[in-house]
Each structure stands twice: as C-alpha cells, then as structure tokens.
C-alpha cells in the first residue's frame, strides 16, 4: 500500500476531491521553466476525447520526469485534464474577458459535454480513465453573461465556467459524473488508486 501520491495538478479543486475520498497527497508542480500551458494546445480537427487523453499523458509524462529529476520518494503520480465540447469543438481555458462572454454565449441554452481524464502511474505501470458528462445551460442574457465574467471565476476555467461556483445557478441539468466535471471524477479515480494499491 502507498502512503500518499503525487498530484501534479495546479487546480484547488482536484486536491481538495483528493482529500474527500481519504487520499493524502503532496503537490509536485511545474517548475516555472517548464512551458505546462504548450502542453494544452490543441493540433488541428482533433477530437475532444482524443485531445484531452494526450493531453494528459503528456502532463503525467511530464511529472514522472519532474520527480525523478528532484530525486524524491517514489510513489503514484496522478494527472488529469478536463476539457469543455460542444458539438467537436474544444472549449479550452478563455484567455482574455471577451473570450469567457464568447465561450458562454455558445453554451447558453445548449448541452455540452464535459470529458475529464485521468492517468496516474506507480513505477513502469500506468492505468488511466476518461469521464464523459452532460451540461445544460439555461437561455444567458447578454448581461447575465457579463455579470457572471466580471466575477473573475470564468478565468483559468475550461468552457469559462465552474460548476461549483455561481455558474451552477445557470445550469438547468447535468447527466455524468459532479465530479468529473469539477475537474476530477472520483468514482473512476478511486478504481485507478485501488488498482496501483491506493487505499482509497
């Protein structure tokens, strides 16, 4: 049995889902000279579930050589990445305020998808999974859009919302995983954690 894991996650809310199941846990973030957001671009057509998974890998690619360069304990390295599509377009992190109100103009009255993957390796071995949810969006004025991105919560956000925060007053139904959505969906990552001897 592993004492604790590595998650190589900047979000808040991955760690603090971590810590709902029981999972202690220690961050082992990108050093400022690694270029972690090149990791998210997308390549051409590629298909939201596709992109999200690669994405991933490449992240837990990433983290399993950030621990052996700092030389520390071993133990599992969980990754995980969520992505927003609607239709096959990805809806990515919005850079800039006008991006957020463009994002959730698209999303006002439609369902999404939501797809959330994780990969977690223990030594050579890597087990991974991918979470698909449903959102719908109630009908968004144009200034419930603005009001909603001057909050600031939009920002850093895939699809320029959260579900957690003030966008839930806006979503009229969801069919999947809460949690996959948040960022991290814990039914399919207790499965991975048990599989690598993860006391979950």
């Known amino acids: 049995m592993s004492a604790f894991i590595y998650l190589a996650s900047q979000s808040p809310r991955r760690s603090q889902l971590l810590t709902q199941i029981g999972v202690d846990h220690q961050l082992l973030l990108p ?4 270029d972690a957001e090149a990791l998210e671009a997308v390549r051409g057509r590629e298909a939201p579930a596709r992109y999200v998974q690669r994405v991933t890998a490449l992240k837990l690619d990433a983290a399993v050589a950030r621990l052996k360069a700092q030389g520390l304990p ?4 969980l990754c995980a990445d969520t992505t927003v ?3 096959g377009d990805i809806l990515g992190k919005p850079e800039t305020a006008k991006d957020a ?3 959730l103009g698209q999303l006002s009255g439609q369902t ?3 797809l959330t993957a994780v990969a977690v390796q223990k030594g050579r071995q890597r087990v991974t999974a991918l979470s698909e ?7 968004l004025t144009p200034a419930q859009i603005r009001a909603y991105v ?7 956000k895939a699809g320029a919302y959260g579900v957690q925060g003030r966008a839930a007053t806006h979503i009229a139904q969801i069919r999947g995983s809460y949690s996959g959505i948040m960022g991290l969906p814990l039914f399919e990552t207790a499965a991975l954690l048990r599989q690598l001897g993860v006391r979950c």
């Open 74 to 77: 071993a133990a599992p390295v």
């Open 112 to 114: 999404h998808r939501v």
């Open 85 to 87: 599509a609607l239709g």
């Open 150 to 156: 001057a909050t600031g919560e939009p920002m850093g």
């Open 133 to 139: 949810s449903w959102v719908r969006f109630a009908p």
């Open 31 to 34: 050093d400022p000279q690694e």
């Open 101 to 103: 109100e463009r994002m």
